[in-house]
């Protein structure tokens, strides 16, 4: 069964603390990994995509990272600020028709909280 | 470039009412996609569409939901009639549709929060 799970479910973290998100995922075949954030009251907003050749691609503070082999993704978060607070989801998609015409698989998200 | 538009932002009402919600694609985007999204969890496709033809609705709950997207633009999203479980957000989301389909990006709006009571 195509799963993501991501881990943890939320975080709490000091302004200026680095953290890691994690995702780990079951889709196969795979075709490429987005890390979205999503603000309160807000449409997700995509950080960052990752094909199965890349293990890492940066956005400014956010890095996220890929293993394809074990399936696992990660999303680091250099000298957080308090407009970092939100939820970090992690979107994995299939290459071909697994499930008919939709093979795009989302987590559940990571709530983050960043306080002063 | 104005994003992707939803309305209403907020809907309260009682259940086995009827409510629609609407969408506004970014303009030239021709793949619009319809999600559900509960609280503490990520965006459930609920129908995509190419241009005006509904591509994948296999997770909508035809018996109460429906959709259309007539012009191939613009998109409205209907539940009747709504049950209390249908408290959620839902989410529009467009994107290019022009065949790099497994790198495209997709562009969500601010979403439409439903309140059943």
């Known amino acids: 069964k195509n799963q993501v799970e991501q881990s943890p479910q939320s975080l709490i973290i000091l302004e200026g603390k680095n953290c890691t998100l994690q995702?780990?995922?079951?889709?196969?075949?795979?075709?490429?990994l987005r890390w979205y954030k999503q603000d309160t009251g807000r449409g997700p907003v995509s950080l960052t995509i990752?094909?199965?050749?890349?293990n890492t691609k940066s956005n400014g503070r956010y890095t996220a990272t890929l293993d394809a082999d074990t399936k696992q993704s990660s999303l680091h978060i250099t000298a957080s600020q308090l407009s970092d607070s939100a939820s970090y989801i992690c979107?994995?998609?299939?290459?071909?028709?697994?499930?008919?015409?939709?093979?795009?698989?989302f987590g559940t998200g990571t709530r983050l909280t960043v306080i002063p | 470039e104005a994003g992707v538009v939803q309305s209403p932002r907020y809907k309260i009402i009682e259940k086995k009412q009827p409510v629609a919600f609407w969408c506004n694609p970014i303009?030239?985007?021709?793949?619009l996609y319809w999600y559900l999204q509960n609280l503490g969890q990520g965006p459930e496709l609920l129908i995509r569409?190419?241009?005006?033809?509904?591509?994948?609705d296999s997770q909508l709950p035809k018996d109460r939901f429906s959709a259309e997207r007539l012009k191939g633009v613009d998109s409205t999203l209907k539940i009747q009639p709504a049950e209390l479980g249908d408290s959620a957000v839902y989410l529009c989301?467009?994107?290019?549709?022009?065949?790099?389909?497994?790198?495209?990006?997709?562009?969500f709006g601010p979403g439409t929060r439903l309140l059943v009571l």
């Open positions: 303009s030239g985007h021709n793949t």
């Open positions: 995702c780990n995922y079951t889709v196969s075949p795979f075709s490429n």
């Open positions: 989301a467009s994107s290019l549709g022009d065949g790099g389909v497994h790198q495209e990006t997709q562009y």
């Open positions: 990752m094909t199965f050749s890349e």
């Open positions: 979107v994995v998609r299939g290459w071909g028709d697994q499930t008919g015409a939709n093979n795009l698989f």
């Open positions: 569409y190419e241009n005006e033809e509904a591509v994948d």
